[in-house]
Nanobody, 115 residues
């Protein structure tokens, strides 16, 4: 059974930082492509950052230079380091794994940024 468990969300003031973690189980983590998505109230879920199994990363334009995605294959964990947070970063953040032809999601973790 595949599980993705996010942690690290919370309330932070604008300009602050948070680090999200996503622990994966039930997959061979090192071959999965991992990503973070977010969904704000009333908006569609959007890609925030992705890291391939070869370590290549991509970012949404809105977070470039502020967010960093990384992975630790030994710990089966992907991270999202978020800095210089803005109120518009407020959303539920979801971990995503693409493993073969399957697409898996975590339950989400809330990030709220106050102005």
């Amino acid at each position: 059974q595949v599980q993705l468990v996010e942690s690290g969300g919370g309330l932070v003031q604008a300009g602050g930082s948070l680090r999200l973690s996503c622990a994966a189980s039930g997959i061979i983590f090192r071959i999965a492509a991992m990503a973070w998505y977010r969904q704000a109230p009333g908006k569609q879920r959007e890609l925030v950052a992705r890291i391939r199994n070869d370590g290549i990363t991509t970012y949404a334009d809105s977070v470039k230079g502020r967010f960093t995605i990384s992975r630790d294959n030994a710990k089966n964990t992907v991270y999202l380091q978020m800095s210089s947070l803005k109120p518009e970063d407020t959303a539920v953040y979801y971990c995503n794994a693409v493993y073969g032809t399957q697409n898996y999601w975590g339950q989400g973790t809330q990030v709220a940024v106050s102005s």
